[in-house]
């Protein structure tokens, strides 16, 4: 442990030098975004008090208190040049790694980095603020001589992805998209030349995921047209190469189709796709996730496809119960995302009690940032479960498990979570005259609807 704080601490200094900063100007630097922020200890403080502050960290002897950390991120969020630089291979990156090193929690560093991307993206952001500098130029060159196209820039551009993706729920859609679309653009335009065919693989399997995601955001900013064509686009680029990733494509684009246009038949053939591609691939958490999803579409179909949906589900468990390590797609489904499918499955299969006891066990497996969005749908369907109990006191529980929801789906702006909600209000009607159901109405209206 001792070496690793030793080697953040020269990371440190490293960021400071390389800008050719001394302790008095980094202090100086870290003092007036104390004062812009409000951050009264730090931006009252003596210059030479701070100075000394910075030399603790690049000694080892101390580590950046949870104040000085969000300066620091603020500090080099931006580049010597202003612009905003996030992305892999930038100093803000550098910065959360050598804060990794001295021993701050992962919890704290995605604190930091969603913190900080949600603050700069308010005051303005380049389209290629994700996009690391090296990357930049490379990509440039690219575009105009093809036969250069490298692996560094492929990854840099799925790094750029990746992390978009990270945001959701913290920086709003709308952002997320635009930044999406340079990626996207880029993709593109590298597809419609000659790239070195050894790379041509690689670059469909970037572009497929940067259109899924582009589609995802398409969707959330409420573009269902350029939504519905992304996510066509990226099932042709992703082609044969990879089957898993391709039923990761399909999964996201049924529910996209579903909420966009309400065909729960076209629905439900994307996500017979998905399966199928799913059992060609190699990654059993990708079946039980595509399994899930075919279940929660033979739940929702008129009348519901009961055995259909009760088969899917156990196919699922069969799925996540044999031996996932070293599963190519690790962390794209488990457990506690199955008993969320499990309880949506029950609310339109009547088995209401079982399904608020599974919502609730996969509401608490959702408390990352990142899950904010799944958990606001989780939220609001164990609410509208504990509605169709039927049980005493049903109605005003249900009404009072919903203001969170109420404040889930303002703070990420997730579409579908406020669909899900307005649904579960509307059952609420034949209670509009009692006391909860005006406190909820009220919360809906001042906190989404209100200004």
Known sequence: ???????????????????GWSWAELAAQLRSHGRGLHITRVGSAQLNSIRRTVGRWEAAVSTPDEQYQVLLAYVYARTPAGSVALGSGSDFRELMEALALLGVPSERIDELTNTVAAAVVDTGMSLLAFLDASTRAELAGVLARPESLSVSVLDGLDATSRTVDGQISTVPFVRLHLVQAAVVEACRQLLTRDSPAGLRSQLNAVAARAFALAARLAFETRDDSAALALYEE?????????????ALIRSSQTMVTYYSTGDIGWARGIADAAVRDARRGGSALMRARAHALQAEMAARSEPPQVRRAHAALHRAWCDLDADTAGDPMANSFSKGPLRGFEGVCGIFLGEAEAAERQLARSAETLTRPREGVQRAIVLTDRALARLRTSGAGAPEAAAGQLH???????????RVPAQRLRLARLELRPWRREAFVADLDDHIHSTLIGV
């Not at 001792?2 to 390389?18: I, P, Q, S, Y």
């Not at 969170?404 to 997730?414: D, F, K, Q």
């Open 1 to 19: 442990m001792d070496g690793e704080r030793k080697v953040g601490a020269h990371a440190l200094r490293r960021l400071r030098t390389k800008r």
């Open 234 to 246: 990226a099932v042709a680029v992703a082609g044969e190469v990879d089957h898993s990733q391709r």
């Open 404 to 414: 969170e929801c109420v404040e889930l789906a303002a703070a990420t702006r997730g």
